[in-house]
């Protein structure tokens, strides 16, 4: 198990991780997700021990990971693709560390046969594919048997083939027990691959859940309604959120802005999309106004929505924080978070 209490890392002015807890458990696969520069590097590394915090612990079954004995064959790591000597083999690359850790040559042959790359283990590694070095890198993690599986954007350029073959891995090793924590910035691979989350933004810890408590906590929930009176409806729905027979409380306001506003949108194809209202109530305003409907349809935020819906401040921290470049909605882009803040600070950059 990982334990990271309290854990905060500076870069100058930079907080690059903000007093994070977390916890992750054996047996299964924890996505660490977060917008590119959320600190996820950062963290791993400060769980490795390869950079000090300026405060709080990162254990790995209790104990930091500098002071592990043997620590390859307790944690596995991939932190980079392509940190490998180019000129060796892949077999050499890997005697190599497994004689700097005491361990037995058929580790090597194991770890080989474990990633599929028994064929090529005497090929020079530098004239590896990208696919190809990743496999040795997982090698390389999974030398020493370990029980804890570090994984830094291990899908990261793979083609889909290679992306399945991880995803089949880290299954495979989690319903054995061990301990599994990988990084990403793409919802849609973390809802295939991870069974728990662990969401970060600006360093700070967003969510800490189940896949499927993630999507449901997401605020933007919809309703798809098709009806041959969508004017009628909308109006109706529209005047229903305005308190007019308000209780007094003030609140539940029908104006744009405001927590309990209702807001009717029409998708391309001609249905409505009500925010901020429930599917049995539209249904209910339906009836009293007379308007038929052909469909009502609670949406379900996908992974992606939810992961949008719940980083959108970190995200936008970089546009607004950076220059004040309003008018850049980060959510708008439709491009995977990562590349909507590249985006956004290179925009901003001048
Ligand atoms: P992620 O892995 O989520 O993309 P990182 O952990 O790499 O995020 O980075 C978190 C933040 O810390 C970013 O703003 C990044 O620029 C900054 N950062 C990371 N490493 C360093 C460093 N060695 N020196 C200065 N700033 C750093």
Avoid at 310 to 327: F, I, K, P
């Amino acid at each position: 198990m990982i334990e990271v209490h309290d854990l905060s890392k500076r870069y100058g002015d930079k907080v690059a991780v903000d007093h994070l807890t977390f916890a992750v458990e054996p047996g299964h696969i924890t996505g660490f997700l977060g917008p590119n520069g959320a600190g996820k590097s950062t963290t791993m590394r400060l769980i490795l021990g390869l950079d000090r915090p300026q405060s709080g612990t990162a254990t790995i079954d209790g104990v930091p990971y500098a002071d592990l004995r043997e620590p390859l064959r307790k944690v596995g790591a991939l932190l980079e693709a392509r940190a490998v000597h180019t000129g060796r083999s892949a077999y050499n690359h890997l005697w190599c560390l497994a004689q700097s850790q005491g361990l037995p040559r058929k580790r090597v042959d194991e770890a080989l046969a474990l990633v599929g790359l028994t064929e090529v283990a005497r090929k020079r590694a530098g004239g590896f594919s990208l696919g190809m070095g990743q496999r040795l890198g997982i090698a390389a993690a999974l030398l020493g048997d370990p029980q804890v599986l570090i994984l830094d954007e291990p899908v990261n350029g793979l083609d889909p083939e290679g992306v399945l073959w991880i995803r089949n891995l880290m299954k495979s090793l989690a319903a054995a027990g061990k301990t599994i924590f990988v990084s990403s910035h793409l919802m849609s691979e973390m809802a295939q691959t991870a069974d728990h989350l662990v969401v970060i933004g600006r360093g700070k810890l967003i969510a800490d859940e189940s896949v499927d408590a993630f999507i449901a906590r997401s605020s933007e929930r919809s309703v798809l309604v098709r009806t041959p009176q969508p004017a009628q409806l909308a109006k109706e729905l529209e005047r229903a959120a305005v308190p007019a027979q308000s209780d007094g409380s003030g609140e539940g306001s029908g104006s744009s802005e405001g927590e309990g506003a209702v807001t009717v949108t029409t998708a391309d194809d001609g249905a409505l999309i009500v925010r901020g209202m429930e599917a049995a109530e539209i249904g209910e305003k339906a009836a009293a106004a007379r308007v038929v409907l052909h469909e009502l349809t609670p949406q379900r935020a996908s992974l992606e929505e939810a992961f949008m819906e719940l980083t959108r401040g970190s995200v936008e921290y970089h546009v607004e924080v950076d220059q004040h470049a309003d008018g850049v909605p980060a959510q708008a882009q439709g491009a995977p978070v990562a590349a909507t803040a590249q985006v956004s600070e290179s925009e901003v950059a001048e």
